[in-house]
């Protein structure tokens, strides 16, 4: 991602000030600091909302310590170190591919191709991002497309979701091979029974 052009200047518009003593009153008095998390989120989803694009200007990290009273160094480590805070624009659609091992054992690498094509295709629509773990290995492999998680792909499956982005519609999350949860594939395999005058073992 090349170097992102800084707006000299950020302030929270209307519907982020509204949220922003909420969030504060989440921890103790003396503790205001930790609030810098959520914070930086709500500035993302601003930036999002506003820009078109999400991400977190050094303007809007600078804006947050103020806030919340501390240097502002400590809320750059914060910003740079978790990478669900964005340092540069990133498309209307971020897609977050899952390459640690289960979901590289289980194809992980047709869904990064899949998302790597569509963003050099339609780079204003789609930016595409390698992550760490994304919590749902048993459905593996598995991609993030700005909050929803799609589980159960493949090259195809994943090409199928992001053509109907293009389409403007809003896929649905969740299995794409319409498993339940984390339900075996092909249905269960044990505990047929429900009741227990049933069972075997009973």
Known sequence: MSTPVQPDQFAFDEKSTAEIPSII???PQGKQA??????LDLVQRQMARVAGRAWVP???????ADLIGVPKIRVYEVASFYTMFHLGPVGPNHLQVCT?????????????????????????????????????C????????NDQLYEDLDGERTEAVLNAIRRGEKPEP?????????????????????DASERTDA
């Open 34 to 39: 930790s609030a810098v998390m959520p914070l």
């Open 174 to 194: 969740g299995s794409a091979t319409g498993r339940h949860g984390s339900a075996p594939e092909g249905g269960p395999t044990t505990l047929f029974a429900t």
């Open 25 to 27: 009153a989440r921890y």
């Open 100 to 136: 640690t091992t289960p979901c590289w054992l289980r194809g992980s690498d047709a869904v990064h191709a899949a998302c790597r094509a569509a963003a050099d295709t339609d780079p204003e629509l789609f930016t595409v991002e390698e992550v760490e773990c994304l919590g749902a």
């Open 58 to 64: 050094r303007a809007a990290m600078d804006a947050v």
């Open 138 to 145: 048993v459905n593996a492999p598995v991609l993030m497309i």
